[in-house]
């Protein structure tokens, strides 16, 4: 990677404003999984050891509807007021507002602001704001080795809007701005690229974890060890359209399950049943795997699958299943999981490979019926102790997190977007804003 790291400059006394990533799960306002956190603290221990002020912000979730500057109706709430009689509408923004109150306090960066202060072993200032009082005075009374954290960025309509006036005055607040979130380096908010596209700050660097995200990555692309064995999973071939055509042009050999492998399937005039089929991308399908065979590819699909009759409702509830080879599926039933002898064949592949890239389930994984796929994939990876295998994110990544697999792993990405614009081959905003070495 040819970008500047906080290693590549003097940060001692300077006031270094970090984009992490600390959009991490809560429940009932307890932390559910630290993962992001853990992934920020090499570089903010980092610039804390170097004696640099470390001022932090971040995004959580997706509170869209109640800002610092005010609230806003989101489309459908407005549309549900302007279908009441004008009397009644008042009242109802009224409960909108109130309840958008009461979920804004799910969106706050305090509980990261604690934990945070326990795993560094020092206190954290947090600010109630993003570019408020609050934040003028943390920002202003803060000391060489001392971290101030913001308030959720999202907190600002500027953020996703990349406002000027948002970006101009974060940059008050720094003499350095480092990009440590990769799970977020795909888009180009205020935080995130717009600070530093718009000319308000000078220097630009990335973290520790930007760096390794984007070397392990990059490497593992351009520079495999072979044979190079990409495995996509997921519900649609549209969410995967890029991916999928440029993996083929890098990899030996592709893997393809979840539900975007029906599509597939089809293609090759097999029955699916009721299994999800985009019909749109059938044509699209049978490209890649002329493209697969023009290229000396091999591309692999399920040959048997675990078949039901309905979705299960809830997702997670048990439901009767069968294994059914492809070749004889029925036109009355659906495929949520590949089946034993597809899962004995990806495992082969794996084994014979030695470097190996994963994104997506291998079938609706919330439900135990329909796990097995996903897990003998994650297996098969973690057996594989002589390759290079690379998770990208997502539920990729919480899967052989959940199964204890995660130190069996050489990489494990932090962004699962964002992974898969680098597997798209696309340049990530926030990465591409960065000074070069």
């Known amino acids: 990677m040819n970008k500047k790291s906080v290693k590549d400059v003097e940060v001692k006394g300077k006031r270094c404003l970090v984009r992490v990533d600390f959009n991490v799960p809560m429940k009932d306002g307890k932390i559910t999984d630290e993962t992001r956190i853990n992934g920020a603290l090499p570089t903010i221990k980092y610039l804390v050891d170097a004696g640099a002020k470390v001022i932090l912000c971040s995004h959580m979730g997706k509170p869209h509807n109640i800002f610092t500057e005010g609230f806003s109706l989101n489309k459908k709430e407005k ?26 306090e799910k969106f706050t960066l305090r509980p990261v602001a ?7 072993g020092q206190p954290v200032t947090f600010a109630e704001d993003v570019v408020g009082a609050s934040a003028d005075a943390a920002v202003a009374n803060i000391k060489d080795g001392e971290v101030v954290l913001l308030e959720n960025t999202r907190f600002e309509q500027g953020e996703e809007k990349r406002s000027e006036a948002l970006c101009k005055k974060l940059a008050s607040y720094c003499d350095i701005y480092v990009n440590d979130a990769f799970g977020t380096a795909h888009r180009s908010h205020a935080t995130t690229a717009a600070i530093v596209e718009y000319g308000f700050v000078d220097t630009a660097v990335c973290g520790f974890l930007i760096e390794k995200e984007i070397a392990v990555m990059a490497n ?23 991916v999928i055509e440029n993996l083929l042009e890098k990899c030996d050999s592709l893997v393809i399950g979840g539900g975007m492998s029906y599509t597939f399937l089809k293609a ?30 091999k591309l692999y699909l ?8 309905d979705f299960p409702d809830p997702i997670d509830a048990v439901v009767p299943t069968e294994n059914c080879d492809i070749a004889s599926f029925p036109a009355d039933m659906m495929s949520l999981d590949i089946g034993e002898k597809t899962r004995a064949m990806y495992a082969d592949v794996v084994k014979n490979a030695k470097t190996v890239i994963w994104n997506g389930p291998m079938g609706v994984s919330e439900n135990p019926c329909f796990a097995a796929g996903t897990i003998s994939v994650a297996k098969a990876l973690a057996e594989a102790e002589d390759a290079i295998t690379i998770i ?46």
């Open 220 to 242: 593992a692309l351009e520079n495999p060890t072979r044979p190079f064995v990409a495995i996509l999973g997921g519900a649609k071939v549209a969410d995967k359209l890029k």
């Open 114 to 120: 604690e934990r945070l202060a326990e795993k560094l």
């Open 268 to 297: 090759q005039g097999y029955e699916v049943g009721t299994s999800l089929v985009d019909d749109e991308k059938i044509e699209y399908c049978k490209e890649m795997m002329a493209k697969a065979e023009k290229l000396g590819k």
């Open 79 to 104: 549309k549900a007021v302007e279908a009441l009689p004008e009397a009644e509408r008042a009242a109802a923004t009224a409960e909108y507002l109130k309840k958008a109150l009461k979920d804004k």
């Open 392 to 437: 990208g994110g997502g539920d990729s990544a919480a899967a052989v997190t959940n199964l204890g697999f995660a130190d069996k792993m050489s990489h494990i990405s932090t962004g699962g977007g964002a992974s898969l614009e680098l597997f798209e081959g696309k340049k990530l905003p926030g990465i591409e804003c960065l000074n070069d070495k």
């Open 302 to 309: 399920p040959v048997d699958a675990v078949i039901t009759a």
